[in-house]
């Protein structure tokens, strides 16, 4: 339900053509785009070194693609950067289900279960948990306590 000056008001601005930008290479009559031309590579790049779009520079088709073109020239001699980094401070970002910051989660779960060998798979309930001690004589003089436990028993027998 929108009133009739709404209405008219929409249809006014229907009518008005948005303003044309100036184009740069024309105004200050340049005859061709040079990749070396680092100054006026610069003008049509974002603070980031993101070409901007053709409609916020005011090119034509074809000049938007010399102009394309020669950064990427310019890019490759390092005259140009491909990325500037941007100094400013972001707000910290919230821990989402499955964000980045979800490693923490693996520590929220408590310690993992131990896997199961494929020889112990087989008869498992008739072995006990429990380690188990081995004295064993080295030599005559000495002699060594082995602790073993039953899941290495049965990887070793």
Not at 20 to 44: A, C, H, M
Not at 68 to 91: D, G, H, I, Q, W
Request: glycine share 6%.
């Amino acid at each position: 339900m929108t009133s009739k000056s709404n209405k008219l008001r929409a249809q006014k601005a229907l009518l008005r053509k948005p303003k044309k930008r100036s184009n740069v290479v024309v105004t200050e009559k340049i005859g061709f785009v040079d990749y070396k031309d680092v100054n006026l590579l610069q003008r049509f790049m974002s603070d980031r070194s993101k070409l901007r779009a053709r409609r916020m520079n005011g090119n034509s088709v074809q000049l938007q693609r010399d102009i394309a073109t020669a950064v990427k020239n310019a890019r490759e001699m390092a005259l140009l950067p491909y990325t500037k980094r941007v100094s400013a401070t972001r707000a910290p970002r919230e821990r989402g289900e499955y964000g980045s910051d979800d490693r923490d989660r693996d520590r929220d779960r408590g310690p993992r279960r131990p896997r199961r060998d494929d020889s112990s798979s087989g008869g498992s309930s008739s072995r006990s948990s429990a380690p188990t001690a081995q004295t064993v004589e080295v030599s005559p003089n000495i002699t060594a306590e082995i602790s073993t436990d039953a899941s290495t028993q049965g990887a070793t027998s």
